[in-house]
């Protein structure tokens, strides 16, 4: 069975602070033109979407750089809406992929979704690096929460990618199961992605 992670794309779906907002009109019309299609102007970091190393690092990979293998496999998913401590005690397979359930895919449409969220620490970022992952992927609007964007560095300056504004994680909690997150082929710095578990 497969439960979608990702969050509908429309010009409703929340931006980031900042970034751009999403544009999406007709372009063809079926009465008219005999077919339709659309413009679409988003920004790379609007839903659901994957951050490439480019995104804070300077030279760093651009995502489609990487091997296919590095969007696809067995996953787990961590429930941390009590806190990011119980990580340093979670069994974590070496290469595979992992989510934070932080409960705030719950207040997606409030302000407070990018206000007050919960992060990890740089340990747990660079405990997590030890491990040597695919990806990690949070059901909140960032990994960081200032301007430094310490976590972010940390993951992504060792090439572990980083899944934000996921959905649905409360479903994963104790499942084993395979997570395919493949972005747009995108030669930049990150991508809205249809992030999907098999379970
Ligand atoms: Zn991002």
Redesign the pocket.
């Known amino acids: 069975m497969f439960i979608d992670l990702s969050v509908l794309l429309n010009e409703q779906t929340p931006v980031y602070p900042g970034d751009p907002n999403t544009v999406i009109k007709a372009a063809g019309v079926l009465e008219k033109d005999g077919w339709c299609d659309h413009y679409v102007s988003v920004g790379t970091?609007v839903g659901t979407?994957i951050?490439a190393p480019m995104?804070m690092i300077k030279d760093g990979k651009s995502l489609e750089t990487f091997e296919l293998e590095q969007f696809a496999g067995s996953a787990k998913c961590i429930d941390v809406s009590a806190g990011f401590d119980v990580v340093k005690t979670a069994s974590i397979k070496e290469g595979s992929i992992v989510l934070f359930y932080t409960k705030m895919s719950e207040q997606y449409f409030d302000a407070a979704y990018y206000e007050n969220y919960p992060v990890m620490s740089q340990e747990i970022a660079k405990f997590l690096v030890s491990k040597k992952l695919k990806m990690i992927g949070v059901d909140a609007c960032s990994v960081d929460n200032n301007e430094d964007f310490p976590i972010h560095k940390i993951l992504l300056g060792n090439d572990v990618l980083i899944i934000?504004n996921l959905t649905n994680l409360g479903q994963l909690i104790d499942k084993d199961f395979k997570l395919y997150a493949f972005p747009l082929k995108l030669g930049i710095d990150?991508a809205p992605t249809r992030v999907v578990a098999e379970v």
Do not use: F, L, N, P
């Open positions: 970091h979407h951050d995104h934000e990150g």
